[in-house]
């Protein structure tokens, strides 16, 4: 059915595929995060209100977010190549994954934390809680189900960046998608590397929905 698939080949750039998705989404929260945080703490009414910060976050993480993942792709070769001294393969398309996603899951945590209930807060600076144990204690116990969301839908969008990143030679089945099923026209692989894309993205919603359904319902008996 398919005489052009070389399947170690395409079992290679499934593993590919992976870890530019694992790197890359390591990092992303890792950044988007604390990115997220600060959106949320400065926002107006918030613990640290600075509508000049906000603006200025807020500006910042649009204008990364508008920015058409293929054209950052291409602005980011130089900085790629200074990072890790390649703009091809797995590494170096994880420095452009991270900065088109982390912005996208910066607001997504934001969108998240404002759902937090402001009187638990409020009581809690009441009581003399600090910033620290606000946000370790409160913020974040509070809403992890809803982080575990956001990560959900930002790995989701990465599987789809790391297809795009094939363009530039970022390897994955992306890159097997371009060389072969568009350049060389082999449609055959084309339809298997969609079809292994299409099975991890509905493996990740599966995984993210079952993690966010069992952690909303730990939440719902610590609250009562």
Not at 146 to 172: C, K, P, Q, R
């Amino acid at each position: 059915m398919f005489p052009n698939v070389d399947w170690p080949e395409i079992g290679h750039a499934g593993i590919e595929t992976l870890q530019m998705l694992g790197g890359s989404l390591f990092f992303t929260v890792a950044l988007g995060l604390p990115l997220g945080l600060a959106l949320y703490m400065t926002l107006p009414g918030s613990l640290y209100a600075s509508r000049r910060l906000y603006g200025a976050l807020s500006f910042g993480v649009n204008v990364l977010r508008s920015l058409p993942f293929i054209i950052l792709l291409i602005v980011m070769i130089p900085l790629t190549l200074a990072l890790t001294g390649t703009s091809i393969g797995v590494a170096g398309a994880i420095p452009p994954l991270v900065v088109g996603a982390a912005p996208f899951f910066g607001r997504l945590v934001e969108n998240v934390l404002r759902e937090i209930d402001r009187d638990q807060i409020e009581a809690a600076q009441t009581l003399g809680a600090t910033t620290a144990q606000i946000v370790w204690r409160i913020i974040l116990p509070e809403s992890l189900p809803g982080l575990i969301g956001a990560s959900t839908v930002t790995a989701v969008a990465l599987v789809s960046y790391t297809a795009m990143s094939g363009v530039i030679g970022g390897g994955g089945l992306g890159d097997l998608a371009v060389r072969y099923g568009y350049q060389r026209f082999e449609t055959d692989v084309m339809v298997v590397t969609v079809l292994m894309l299409l099975v991890l993205v509905y493996a990740l919603q599966a995984l993210g929905d079952k993690l966010v359904q069992v952690l909303s319902r730990r939440t719902s008996k610590i609250s009562h």
